[in-house]
């Protein structure tokens, strides 16, 4: 099972209604499924009703879901954003700055990076590096 890791620490998943991918996607689509090397323009033009979008992270090396993510916000999307996969505790101020709601790991890296590294990441607004560089 995976765990939803927010500012407020580890929680079960709350969302039932399932995900599809971008291929399978229809006009009304509720909640969608995409990969890291997705076309954050392209997928902005086919948002439709999205409610929610899950970006895959395949390595914790490739920020392309960063990107997406970032992109998304810029453009406008007010929806929920999840980041799933191989995303660590380190990353986790990142993946709030680039517009992350939320990130869905599995059970085992919960068990190698518990919720207190987390949670020691959450104050990611006071801890930003460039904010303090910009003065």
Do not use: C
């Not at 979008?53 to 929920?80: H, N, Q, W």
């Not at 939320?102 to 801890?127: C, F, G, H, M």
């Amino acid at each position: 099972m995976n765990v939803i890791v927010t500012d407020e620490g580890f929680s079960p998943d709350d969302w039932t209604d399932g995900f599809v991918t971008l291929d399978d996607a229809a006009n009304d689509v509720v909640a969608l499924d995409v990969s890291s090397d997705t076309d954050p323009d392209e997928l902005y033009d086919r948002l439709g009703s999205a409610r929610v979008v899950r970006v895959d992270f395949p390595s914790f090396a490739d920020g392309r879901g960063f990107t997406i993510a970032r992109t998304l916000r810029l453009k406008g999307y007010t929806g929920r954003l999840r980041a799933k996969g191989h995303v660590l505790a380190d990353q986790y101020a990142m993946a709030r700055r680039s517009g992350f709601d939320e990130v869905e790991i599995d059970e085992d890296l919960t068990d190698r990076q518990p919720e207190d590294q987390w949670l020691s990441r959450a104050n990611w607004k006071e801890n930003n590096y460039q904010a303090r560089l910009r003065g």
